[in-house]
């Protein structure tokens, strides 16, 4: 068992069961807006759970299966870097390492862009 809390509207906490967690579209936006706003919690300390229901299905959250497993995520990942790297001006190093970044694979893009300086 697994409870997801929003408490997005301070009145009242709104729980859900892992099932609607996972599967349900309306507790799932619920739950991403939470997210956002920090206003989810996620616990499985079985006194909390104790005798809630959950919003969406009304069971007894205590009472529904949790969905242990592995999960493939993707993220998106920004940060900033910094680049010391040699060029013939300015211009030329801000294209050079504009182009290494949009490839994919940083460790290859940062190799090339190394590669590229030697040559150049
Ligand atoms: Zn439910």
């Known amino acids: 068992m697994q409870m997801f ?8 906490a709104r729980h859900y069961c892992a099932d ?4 349900n579209k309306e507790v799932r936006a619920e739950l991403a807006a939470a997210h956002t706003a920090h206003f989810l919690d996620i616990t ?6 104790e005798g809630k229901t959950c919003e969406a299905c009304q ?4 009472e529904v299966s949790d969905h242990p497993g592995t999960y493939r995520l993707q993220a998106q ?3 900033p870097v910094d680049v010391v790297l040699q060029a013939r001006s ?3 190093a801000e294209y050079q ?7 994919a ?6 190799q090339d862009l190394r590669e590229e300086c030697w040559r150049g």
Do not use: H, N, W
């Open 77 to 79: 990942v920004t940060f």
């Open 44 to 49: 499985d300390d079985p006194q909390e759970i």
């Open 105 to 110: 694979d940083f460790a290859i893009a940062m």
């Open 90 to 92: 300015a211009t030329d």
């Open 5 to 12: 809390t929003s408490t997005r509207d301070k009145y009242k």
């Open 97 to 103: 390492l504009d182009e290494g970044v949009e490839r």
């Open 20 to 23: 609607c967690a996972d599967t």
């Open 59 to 62: 069971r007894l959250i205590s």
